[in-house]
């Protein structure tokens, strides 16, 4: 039987057209964030399973490719639960290894400390167009920074970066966990019942305020509760400005809302408003929830409306480090959707700017061992020169052969015979 040549289901190979367009992107993402002082950093792609598993990391930990023991630690004739064959599984994505290396690593680190960390992370997710079981994911964070300083950076530098890869008018939507608990508290539904409700809140995109108000009502929740909660968010519909926005509701909930988390989201709002450097909207949503029930203050979501969709997104987790040491540490961060902006450049017909002049030398078959060498060394002085010089031999359909080096982006073709 034939061995399988395609690759596992929601998984890809990548061609070499995109990836020219994946190292640029990379390149241009690291220098814009080492300018903002980012560290790189690298974790494996493995983990703990209870690291995983935690209940930190929302519907993604129902997503986790496991990992069997291994050797004379697995013993299925024996097993009775999953824990008896899993100890490790695959990183779903890059904010739990980070918490747990910043636990093992900080007697070595700075304070704060500005983490920069690319690589894949795996879902068991079901495949579609845009999104895969292995992808990459691009994450900074900043920890030890308890001020909103670490929401203006990650804010900066992330919109910085998603502007000087060619993408305008894209919005940062904003948010504060402790916002959407006061509007639920202020509504009448008790505390335990909040990641219900933020569950369905967070669909309102997709079924809207009628769809979410049918939601509750299933789920058992008082009417009054419902249309008082709802009647929030309509009356917020148009003050997608933040210092308006987050005004209304700091009036309209009184008590319940804790006057710093108005306060806080103004400050970013103003700082980021004064300085950006990107052409960006930051807009107030009080429906963004963002799934990880990780978060415990601001969160925030790249949107971009030309396009349909989000292309990232991120928050303040300030409990997480705590679960490994005891001690809790301030982290805030932010992680671009890598893979949906590399499948917007290669729809748009993307070209990577300033790429160095390609040349293809074709030598032929039954070329002489003696003018090889001349040919190799013609190659490498234009190497030393700067260009990419690729040396290959003739193929029998030349013509074919030449138009796929031309489809690479090899702009010029040298033919070397043996004319003896």
């Keep these: 039987m034939a061995l399988a040549k395609k690759p596992v289901n929601g998984m890809k190979d990548i061609l070499p057209e995109e990836m020219q367009i994946r190292d640029y992107v990379m390149n241009v993402i690291k220098d814009t964030y080492r300018s903002f002082g980012f560290t790189p950093i690298e974790t494996p792609c493995m983990e703990n399973i209870g690291n995983l598993s935690n209940k930190q990391g929302g519907e993604n930990e129902k997503l986790i490719f496991k990992v069997l023991k291994r050797g004379e630690k697995l013993k299925l004739e024996t097993a009775q639960t999953e824990n008896d064959v899993v100890d490790y599984g695959m990183r779903y994505d890059l904010t739990v290894p980070l918490a747990r290396f910043y636990s093992n690593n900080s007697n070595n680190l700075p304070a704060p400390f500005k983490a920069l960390q690319m690589g894949n992370v795996w879902r068991a997710d079901r495949p579609q167009r845009g999104r895969y079981r292995q992808f990459m994911q691009c994450d900074i964070d900043i920890l030890g920074e308890p001020s909103n300083l670490a929401e203006i950076e990650l804010i900066l530098a992330t919109t910085t970066t998603i502007g000087r890869l060619g993408f305008k008018n894209f919005q940062i939507r904003i948010n504060e966990r402790r916002i959407l608990k006061a509007m639920a508290a202020y509504s009448g539904f008790s505390e335990d019942s909040y990641d219900t409700v933020f569950i369905i809140l967070d669909k309102m995109d997709k079924i809207g305020l009628n769809g979410v108000a049918e939601e509750l009502e299933k789920s058992g929740f008082e009417k009054a509760s419902i249309e008082k909660y709802l009647e929030l968010f309509q009356n917020i519909q148009g003050k997608e400005d933040v210092a308006e926005g987050v005004s209304y509701l700091a009036e309209k909930l009184g008590n319940f809302l804790e006057k710093d988390a108005a306060d806080n989201l103004k400050e970013i709002a103003a700082c980021i408003n004064d300085t950006k450097e990107a052409e960006f909207d930051l807009v107030f949503d009080p ?134």
């Design 287 to 420: 429906t963004l929830v963002r799934g990880m029930s990780y978060y415990t203050g601001t969160i925030f979501e790249i949107a971009m409306p030309e396009f349909g969709g989000s292309c990232g997104g991120g928050g303040r987790y300030d409990k997480m480090i705590g679960k490994f040491t005891g001690n809790d540490v301030p982290a805030c961060g932010f992680s671009i959707g890598f893979e949906r902006i590399i499948l917007l450049l290669l729809e748009s017909g993307f070209q990577v700017p300033g790429q160095s002049e390609r040349i293809v030398y074709l030598i032929e078959k039954n070329y002489p061992g003696e003018k090889l060498a001349q040919v190799i060394a013609q190659a490498q002085e234009q190497r030393k020169a700067g260009k990419q010089v690729l040396v290959a031999r003739m193929n029998k359909n030349k013509k074919f052969q030449k138009e796929k080096l031309t489809a690479e982006g090899y702009t010029e073709i040298k033919e070397f015979f043996n004319r003896e």
